[in-house]
Nanobody, 123 residues
Framework: EMQLVESGGGLVQAGGSLRLSCATS????????VAWIRQAPGKEREVVSC????????YYAPSVKGRFTISSDSSKMTVDLQMNSLKPEDTAVYYC????????????????WGQGTQVTVSS
C-alpha cells in the first residue's frame, strides 16, 4: 500500500525559508511522479511543484517559480520541497501526492495523498 508522509511544516516569518520532506513507501519510486499540492482556507487545491522520476521533468506553479525548489533522493525514496522567500499567501496545508509516471495538474487524477503538513507564513 502506498504511503506518503510529510514533515517539515511550521510557522515562519515572511521572507523566511522552510524545507518540506516527503517519505514514500509501498510504490515503485521511478514509476511515479511526486507532487506537492497545497490548499489554503477557502481556496481550491493547487499543484505547487511536481517531479517525475521517470523523465526528470520538474514543474513549478507560476506563483512559486524562482522561490521553491523540488528535489528527490531515489535511494531514500524521498522528495523535498525547499521553500525560500516565503510570503503570507503561501500559507496552506501542503500535501505530498503521487501520480503514476508523469506529473499532472488535475488534482482528481492523483493516486495517493499524504496527511498534509501546515505551513504558516506571518507578515
Amino acid at each position: 500500500e502506498m504511503q506518503l508522509v510529510e514533515s517539515g511544516g511550521g510557522l515562519v516569518q515572511a521572507g523566511g525559508s522552510l524545507r518540506l520532506s516527503c517519505a514514500t513507501s509501498g510504490l515503485t519510486f521511478n514509476h511515479y511522479a511526486v507532487a506537492w499540492i497545497r490548499q489554503a482556507p477557502g481556496k481550491e487545491r493547487e499543484v505547487v511543484s511536481c517531479f517525475s522520476e521517470s523523465d526528470g521533468t520538474k514543474y513549478y506553479a507560476p506563483s512559486v517559480k524562482g522561490r521553491f525548489t523540488i528535489s528527490s533522493d531515489s535511494s531514500k525514496m524521498t522528495v523535498d520541497l525547499q521553500m525560500n522567500s516565503l510570503k503570507p499567501e503561501d500559507t496552506a496545508v501542503y500535501y505530498c501526492t503521487a501520480h503514476a509516471v508523469l506529473c499532472t495538474l488535475h488534482v482528481s487524477e492523483i493516486d495517493g495523498w499524504g496527511q498534509g503538513t501546515q505551513v504558516t507564513v506571518s507578515s
